[in-house]
């Protein structure tokens, strides 16, 4: 039996210019996320509401799926490592934490903070 998982490796080392090109707009439609995330956000919104904003972007630009659970959280919550309820409400001056990235024929992450 071979051990196949240096073969994995190997090609995963290497990427084609189809492949390069499809992590690039995957990249794109994170940014443009991102981007209508702090467009968006204000004090009294609740943390999946911008969520809901963040996947919205993703799904007009065919990226149907988040790569993993979004994490927006506000005030304290963005010190909680994972948090993933996304359930509290914005205040005025609350720094944002985003984890996002969509996945769009391979995966990318994109994490940012935002204060407002």
């Known amino acids: 039996m071979t051990d196949w998982r240096p073969i994995v490796h190997e090609m995963r080392l290497f990427k084609s210019p189809e492949e390069i090109a499809v992590m690039r707009r995957a990249g794109e439609i994170s940014a443009l996320a991102h981007i209508r995330a ?36 506000s005030g304290e919550n963005g010190c909680i490592l994972h948090y993933t309820e996304n359930e509290s409400e914005m205040r005025d001056g609350d720094l944002v934490l985003i984890d996002a990235g969509c996945e769009y024929k391979v995966t990318r992450a994109t994490s940012r903070v935002l204060s407002r």
């Open 38 to 73: 702090m467009e968006k956000c204000r004090p009294g919104m609740f943390e999946y509401q911008l969520e809901g904003e963040i996947h919205h972007e993703f799904n007009r630009h065919g990226a149907r799926y988040p790569s993993y659970n979004t994490i927006v959280g």
